[in-house]
Every structure is written in structure tokens, then in C-alpha cells.
């Protein structure tokens, strides 16, 4: 089992421009989760969907879009690409929406934007 | 105030030595609580969940501290392997299933 697998592994993009970051789970789970991950400020939640046709906005949506494309998979697209975009994103997936179950983090997009 | 607060470091300790790691969250709500360890430029991998009677596994411990709001992580004897970021995580509370709330992390270093 991969586990949880993201692409791309790193990504420079210019202001304005977009992009979709993917993300992929072979663990059946049902719920999956977008972080970004700053120096200093730690794991913050940008969307997570509970399960396949759901999708909740977290602490930081703004300037991001998701799609639940189907159980596996959840994307996050960045639409128009801003600096303050600069971040390492994780994907995660867990058994069920209940937050007492451990997350599986994928290894993280690192994106800068310039 | 962040609602999950660590004391970022860096800890600095000798091969063999305890060291604790405290965190405090502020939502008193929360029902679920976590360490996760995070290796340089890793992913957060789960390290021990924390319960209530406080819960050991070999050179770790968790304690809870509900009334306090208070959350401990213990390692005795550290290995040079024990070099990480510790993270405190805490769920949202009532009503914010899936929304775990990670805390910035506390720094290990353990030299030889």
C-alpha cells in the first residue's frame, strides 16, 4: 500500500497563475483533509471532505478550491496563485469525519510563488 | 490567543537524557488529543494518542491534564533517532468533527 501519494513533490508558479495540486488514498478511507503547513504558525486546515460527495471549508479557504473526485481522490486547486500562497500543503485522509482517529499525512507539495 | 500553544524551542539535550514537552489548548470542548512527530521536511506521522488515566509506550509518556487544559509528552533515555518536531494536536470540540487543531510544535535535538 502507497498510502497517501500527492502531486507534484514541488511547484514554483507565478503570481496569477493556477494550478491543481493532487491527492490520492488507497487506505479506503472516508474522510480527507487539505493542510498548509507555514514556519511558525503549524498545520492549519484549508478543506476537508467528510466523505465522497462532501466537501467543508476550514480554518483557511480562501483563494482555494476542492473537488472529491471520488473516494480516493480530493484535489486543491489554486485558481489565481497569490504569494502568500508560499507553502507546504499536505494531504491527509482518516477512517471517518470523528476526529478521535489518527490522520495519514502524504509527503507534501512544496510551492513557492513569486 | 492560539487555541493550541507549545513552547517552540529548541530542546537541546544529551544522549540519555528525560525531557517533557508541554502544551495547553484552549477549548475546553476538546475531547481528543495526539502527539504527531514531524521529521525535517516530513510528513506529521502519529507518535501516541493521549487519554485521560495518561498512557505510556516504552520511553514515552502522555499525560492529560482536562481540568488544567494541559497536555504532557515525557521521553526517557533519548536516542539521536528522538530528533524531530513534536507536535501537541487537539480536536476541535464538539461539533468540529475532522477539524483536528495542530499546535506549532516543539523542537528536538538530542546530540551524542
Known amino acids: 500500500n502507497a498510502g497517501v501519494t500527492q502531486t507534484p513533490k514541488f511547484q514554483v508558479l507565478k503570481t496569477g497563475q493556477s494550478m491543481t495540486l493532487q491527492c490520492a488514498q488507497d487506505?479506503?478511507?472516508?474522510?480527507m483533509y487539505w493542510y498548509r503547513q507555514d514556519p511558525g504558525m503549524g498545520l492549519r486546515l484549508i478543506y476537508y471532505s467528510a466523505s465522497e460527495g462532501t466537501t467543508d471549508k476550514g480554518e483557511v479557504p480562501n483563494g482555494y478550491n476542492v473537488s472529491r473526485l471520488n473516494k480516493r481522490e480530493f484535489s486543491l486547486r489554486l485558481e489565481s496563485a497569490a504569494p502568500s500562497q508560499t507553502s507546504v500543503y499536505f494531504c491527509?485522509?482518516?477512517?471517518?469525519?470523528?476526529?478521535?482517529?489518527?490522520?495519514?499525512f502524504g509527503p507534501g507539495t512544496r510551492l513557492t510563488v513569486t | 490567543r492560539k487555541e493550541v500553544e507549545q513552547d517552540p524551542g529548541p530542546f537541546n539535550v544529551p544522549e540519555g537524557a528525560t525531557v517533557a514537552f508541554n502544551c495547553t489548548y484552549s477549548n475546553s470542548a476538546s475531547q481528543s488529543f495526539f502527539w504527531y512527530r514531524q521529521d525535517c521536511r516530513k510528513e506529521p506521522k502519529l507518535l501516541m494518542s493521549?487519554?485521560?488515566s495518561g498512557n505510556e509506550d516504552g520511553r514515552f509518556t502522555a499525560q492529560l491534564n482536562r481540568a488544567s487544559q494541559y497536555i504532557s509528552l515525557l521521553i526517557r533515555d533519548s536516542k539521536l533517532s528522538d530528533s524531530a518536531t513534536y507536535l501537541c494536536v487537539v480536536n476541535g470540540g464538539s461539533g468540529n468533527t475532522g477539524k483536528l487543531i495542530f499546535g506549532q510544535g516543539t523542537t528536538l535535538q538530542v546530540k551524542p
Open positions: 493521549v487519554y485521560s
Open positions: 487506505m479506503n478511507h472516508n474522510s
Open positions: 491527509a485522509s482518516s477512517e471517518t469525519d470523528l476526529s478521535s482517529y489518527e490522520q495519514y
